[in-house]
């Protein structure tokens, strides 16, 4: 290990991570012995993937297609020794372990669930809820533990913790808190994990058994990322394999795991060899996420506050230090539809989002137009067509819209040719104003150097030309009867990347102001492939799209260089990446640039959007990305929300949230940025 890769910001521990694992070891009908050694092998194959929970399935040292052999007392006895041994051999491996097994208390037996690591059993949860339906015949061998709290159970001449109320919390990472239910448990109207996570575990496992038929799978999918979104929590599901009696029944070995309603990751189902699907859990997340939530504190409150009556076994335990990497998917673009099969549905789903809301406000105002600046660039293109949508929807003609070009001292023949392009495509009525002359006398009246034939080109030359025309279209609006559609969009807004009041941060109706930079470049190309528009306007839209992005609001340089926005305020797809976890999630900022690193380190590896360019897949180092981090922080929490606290109307479209202080963000205009640039100071490596 590295000097570099030993400082703690590598370790995924320090961000509140923890890894966990569903194995699915290959058993042998009723024989002990097999399948006390598989489930060893497995466990120390987890040691190796430094592993901190491992979930095997449901009553894995008997398998769990025995039938009336579960009630045999030589089973039962070698059930018990083999439980022993897995108890000795956890000293020396860093898993926590859930393994399933059969228990006698007190003349019942019971379907449980057994916590163990490091060398002792911590304790044993029963199944409640027992199936006694079409092929189930549960209760005909085993007692159901609904009821049973505050209990214990003598496990190899052993008292430990027995019962329903059980959360399991690691005594180094506090946020690591598991609680355990069996199959059926989940398949209750209310799941006893409901109460566990109100109880204040993050992750809930599922020990289970549960035959495959056809679209079972789907179903189990169905309820892990239902009971992971509704008990904001982790969900670990692990389902019996290969060896099982097929008898009467069939297996596949089914193990996943959901965050927050979020796939990390599948296993792959009937394998014949022994599966370990493994994925990194944000217990942190998970945590903040219910912070935010009242709803689930207002739940666990009605429920009698679990926490309250919950037994919370403590645990020792040793998570592996330095770099062990990171898995699970981390989106390099989380505000862009990732779901590939359904990726038309959410693009259409987030267009027309905006396109409604801006017919509603078409309605109320009884508008007779719609005003609009056309630079050529991403942001007005994307309001146009937008506009251009919600007039086909209305039965109006497009030449409701007035689409306005006003070239300034920086405009570029290309933006203003693609302008034009843009508006005769579309069909609305177009026009152009040159603003220069009344910038020209603007600058005059107010005494600036550029005036006087020198290059100053600072932000009051840029604002001169910013200022009027915004101030141009809403004279305009008054003129025709209409409102001024906004074309800024959500990253500007984080940033401040805008000017404010009379300038592109005002209109009467801010339709953009929910969509970040790089959902309007991909909803832009999905218009310009799905035959969203004509031909014409398609090819004039993938030209917006290869252009630089640029304000135009300063000549170009002598080599012929124009402004670029990036280069001053940094790449919008690192910049919408920490606006989505810093807002979504109020992630620290050493977190962010954790996540940022592993999501774009290597260009080569992880998801990209469907189609997206292969020329456009960069990747950025951790010093790239810490210092645009540093920027970020600065912009977003000391700079720009005076600009935020005074935004226009307009449509919330992602659920990573808007910055409205209406809606997802409010925050005063005054505040500083220190707390966040000093833990990114303290906690990132300067490389």
């Not at 005594?171 to 204040?200: H, K, Q």
Request: charged share 20%; hydrophobic share 45%; proline share 5%.
């Amino acid at each position: 290990m590295t000097a570099e890769s030993s400082h703690p910001f590598h370790d995924m521990h320090e961000h509140g991570f923890v890894r966990v694992a569903a194995s699915t070891p290959r058993v042998r009908t009723a024989d002990v012995a097999f399948n006390l050694d598989a489930v060893l092998a497995e466990a120390r194959r987890a040691h190796e993937a430094h592993v901190d929970l491992l979930v095997f399935p449901e009553l894995c040292l008997s398998s769990y297609a025995i039938d009336d052999l579960h009630l045999q007392a030589a089973m039962i006895e070698a059930v018990e020794a083999a439980i022993a041994d897995v108890v000795a051999a956890s000293a020396d491996l860093a898993p926590v372990l859930l393994v399933g097994a059969a228990l006698m208390r007190k003349g019942r037996l019971y379907n449980c669930a057994l916590a163990i690591a490091h060398g002792k059993l911590l304790g044993v949860v029963p199944k409640s809820y027992l199936p006694n339906y079409r092929e189930f015949y549960e209760k005909r061998w085993f007692a159901s533990g609904k009821a049973i709290r505050g209990q214990t159970i003598t496990v190899n001449g052993e008292d430990v913790p027995f019962g329903v109320d059980l959360v399991f919390a690691s005594e180094v990472l506090p946020n690591f808190r598991f609680f355990a239910e069996i199959c059926e448990d989940f398949w209750a109207p209310t799941p006893p994990s409901s109460l566990g996570a109100m109880a204040g575990a993050t992750i809930l496992a599922n020990l289970s058994a549960s035959n495959i038929v056809i679209g079972k799978s789907d179903e189990r999918h169905m309820l892990c990322r239902s009971q992971s979104a509704r008990a904001v929590a982790a969900y670990v599901y692990c389902a019996a394999g290969h060896g099982e009696s097929t008898t009467d029944l069939a297996w596949d070995g089914q193990g996943v795991i959901y965050e927050l309603g979020d796939l990390l990751a599948e296993s792959e189902r009937f394998s014949f060899a022994p599966e370990l699907c493994i994925a990194d859990v944000d217990c942190d997340r998970i945590v903040m996420d219910r912070v935010r939530v009242p709803t689930f504190n207002d739940a666990a409150e009605l429920a009698g506050s679990p926490e309250d009556t919950f037994r919370t076994v403590r645990f020792a335990h040793v998570p592996v230090s330095g770099d062990i990497g990171l898995i699970r998917p981390v989106g390099r673009f989380p505000f862009v539809p990732a779901r590939a099969d359904k990726l038309d549905a959410d693009c259409y789903e987030a267009f027309n989002i905006q396109v409604d809301g801006l017919m509603r406000r078409m309605e109320s105002t009884s508008a007779k137009s719609l005003v609009i600046g056309i630079s050529g660039g991403l942001d007005s293109t994307h309001a146009l067509i937008v506009a251009a949508r919600a007039c086909d929807r209305l039965g109006l003609p497009r030449t409701t819209i007035r689409g306005y070009t006003m070239p300034g001292f920086g405009t570029s023949d290309g933006t203003k040719a693609n302008a034009w392009k843009l508006m005769e495509a579309v069909g609305i009525t177009a026009e152009e104003i040159d603003i220069r002359p009344a910038a020209t006398t603007m600058l005059q009246d107010i005494g600036h150097a550029f005036a006087d034939g020198q290059p100053v080109y600072d932000v009051t030359f840029e604002n001169v030309q910013a200022g009027l025309r915004t101030d141009y279209l809403f004279r305009l609006a008054s003129q025709h009867s209409g409102f001024v559609v906004g074309t800024g969009d959500l990253s500007e807004l984080a940033l401040g990347w805008c000017t404010y009041g009379v300038g592109d941060q005002m209109s009467h109706y801010a339709v953009n102001a929910g969509v970040p930079k790089t959902l309007i470049q991909y909803l832009i190309r999905w218009c310009a492939t799905t035959d969203q528009f004509s031909a014409s306007t398609e090819k004039i839209l993938l030209a917006i799209l290869a252009t630089e992005i640029s304000p135009e609001l300063v000549p170009a340089g002598a080599d012929g260089a124009i402004q670029s926005t990036e280069a001053k305020i940094g790449p919008y797809e690192l910049n919408d990446f920490f606006l989505h976890h810093v807002m979504r999630f109020g992630q620290k900022p050493s977190k962010v640039a954790f996540l940022a690193w592993h999501a774009w380190r290597e260009a080569s590896s992880g998801a990209w959007p469907a189609g997206f360019p292969e020329a456009k897949k960069n990747e950025y180092d951790l010093a790239t990305i810490r210092s645009w981090l540093e920027k970020f922080l600065g912009r977003f929490f000391a700079f720009s929300q005076f600009k935020r606290s005074a935004i226009p109307n307009g449509p919330k479209v992602s659920s990573g949230g808007a910055l409205s202080p209406r809606g997802d963000w409010r925050a005063p205009s005054d505040a500083s940025a220190a707390v966040w640039l000093a833990e990114l100071d303290a906690r990132v490596p300067r490389i």
